[in-house]
């Protein structure tokens, strides 16, 4: 695969020029998106929270059965250190490895990929007036085999997008078969009911979100109420504030879903307080 972006690449350890191919042909990674990955933000030349990135990585991968990696935790930092980039993403994939024609998971080594490079530069918009979303029209499957788990298939996230950006949405937010909240494309979903903060649990489809659990945890040291419990559509409509969390864009604030306002239609008070705390930590945990 040419990646061919500016990043620096390494394949099981082993630095690659990044214009080259990386990955056989035959990687179930590639043909069947049988593998994990980790979204991981760099700052300060350190990746936040890498430990609970690897942790979610580690169970993903007992779930599918694929060995993790003994040298992964070594590979990602000699990679970060080896790229020099003090603000930066690292995308870390796991796949099950090269295997023979067919589905049937036969055992194989398995491939990492590292790639870092530079943040994405995200419009200073986002966080300023807040983002706009399109409810799409498929659902996040909350019982699927693969719920909670980072897996490579985001091809229905892609199409999400697609339905989004032909309305003049910036995001897409799923509902699980049940009709409750799940989460965005790429991102979990927080409302602000005026007393209560509320994200999706897992069970109705969403991702267990390294910056989702952060953000629960900073919410207690600020002293508001949070909790995972299941909510409808309307429940976000009627919300004072409403925020999207991942671990590239951090907090970016939800202002508007279908073209109906969520609460002033613009970021609030609580949104902007959590993002600056999130971003204090993030400041404190990776700085030296
Ligand atoms: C589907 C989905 N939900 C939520 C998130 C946010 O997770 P995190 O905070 O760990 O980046 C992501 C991150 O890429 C995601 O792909």
């Not at 200073?124 to 788990?149: D, F, K, Q, W």
Request: proline share 6%; net charge neutral; glycine share 12%.
């Amino acid at each position: 695969l040419n990646a061919g972006q500016g990043c620096a690449i390494w394949v099981n350890g082993e630095p690659r020029p990044d214009d080259l191919a990386h990955v056989s042909a035959h990687d179930r990674g590639f043909t069947l998106a049988d593998g994990l990955f980790e979204t991981m933000r760099v700052r300060e030349g350190r990746v936040f929270r890498l430990e609970h990135h690897l942790a979610r990585l580690a169970g993903g991968l007992l779930a599918l059965h694929i060995s993790m990696p003994a040298r992964i935790r070594e590979w990602v930092l000699g990679a970060v250190d080896a790229a020099g980039l003090p603000d930066a993403s690292v995308r870390l994939t796991v796949t099950r490895g090269v295997g023979s024609s067919g589905l049937a998971p036969v055992a194989c080594r398995p491939t990492v990929v590292i790639a870092i490079g530079p943040l994405p530069a995200f419009p200073p918009a986002i966080y300023e007036s807040g983002l706009t979303a399109h409810v799409a029209s498929g659902r996040r499957n909350e019982r699927a085999m693969t719920v909670g788990l980072k897996t490579l298939a985001y091809v229905d996230a892609v199409a999400g997008l697609l339905e989004a950006q032909r309305v003049g949405a910036d995001e897409a937010l799923f509902l699980d078969t049940d009709g409750h909240c799940s989460e965005a494309t790429a991102s979990n979903l927080f409302v602000w009911t005026g007393s209560l903060l509320l994200t999706p649990p897992v069970s109705c489809g969403a991702l267990p979100g390294i910056t989702r659990a952060t953000v629960l945890e900073l919410a207690s040291g600020l002293g508001l109420d949070a909790s995972d419990r299941p909510f409808s559509l309307e429940q976000v409509l009627e919300a004072q504030e409403a925020f999207l969390t991942s671990s590239l864009r951090g907090l970016a604030p939800l202002v508007r879903i279908g073209g109906r306002p969520i609460g002033a239609g613009s970021p609030g008070t609580v949104t902007r307080r959590l993002a600056s705390a999130y971003a204090a930590l993030v400041q404190r945990e990776c700085g030296s």
